[in-house]
């Protein structure tokens, strides 16, 4: 049987409050007028960019970011994301603001012009003057579909293998470029690409809410 009384009927309020998009819409403004006047470029990655054969690829919206430079007859790629430089942990240290320097992971491939063939080296950057980075594992691939596929091989851990392979890798990414140069470039920009794409983020909601 249904049960007895009248049901309430639920009417729901205009989709979009001009009054409260307004409000939204003053708030990021305020906030996109405090991230520029703060913003400004790290000079590691001016002085890097004047200097380098590499080639910086990325773009608006995209967290990916990439080196890329011809080393003969192959193709060098350093690829890694942006990072947040919020630490959750900071403040319960007693630091005030809880931004810090994070180590940046990133994957440095080099890869035949012709055969598709290389070798994807999987790194993080650490801190320190002698090495600025670390080799976690060394992936080889013979084609493009191989190099993508999530379930190939990934090869061993890099500390588990022969000293003088370890060695000899180094030197082969220090001809490729790899260096603490780079590194430096690699954290700079992990976190200038974050603030970046937070301005960007901010634009294009104040964009929407105007609209």
Not at 23 to 46: D, F, G
Not at 85 to 114: L, N, W
Not at 140 to 161: K, L, W
Not at 180 to 186: A, G, L, R, S
Request: charged share 30%; glycine share 6%.
């Amino acid at each position: 049987a249904a049960c007895g009384g009248t049901a309430a009927v639920w009417t729901p309020r205009r989709c979009t409050s001009s009054a409260a998009a307004s409000k939204v819409v003053k708030t990021l403004a305020s906030e996109i007028k405090h991230e520029e006047e703060q913003y400004e470029q790290a000079k590691e990655i001016r002085k890097f960019l004047s200097n380098t054969e590499f080639k910086l690829v990325e773009k608006d919206g995209d967290v990916n970011v990439m080196l890329e430079r011809e080393c003969g007859d192959k193709v060098a790629r350093i690829e890694w994301q942006l990072a947040s430089p919020f630490d959750p942990d900071a403040d319960a240290d007693g630091e005030e603001g809880g931004y810090t320097q994070e180590a940046t992971d990133f994957c440095i491939t080099v890869e035949s012009k012709t055969s598709g063939a290389g070798a994807s080296f999987y790194c993080s950057t650490q801190t320190g003057e002698d090495h600025r980075y670390v080799i976690g594992n060394v992936k080889t691939f013979t084609t493009a579909e191989e190099r993508e596929s999530a379930t190939a091989y990934n090869g061993p851990e890099f500390e588990d293998i022969d000293e003088k392979l370890q060695e000899a890798f180094d030197e082969y990414l220090a001809e490729v470029g790899m260096n603490n140069e780079v590194c430096d470039f690699i954290d700079a920009v992990a976190l200038d690409k974050e603030q970046r794409e937070y301005i960007h983020w901010l634009k294009l909601s104040k964009a929407f809410l105007e609209s």
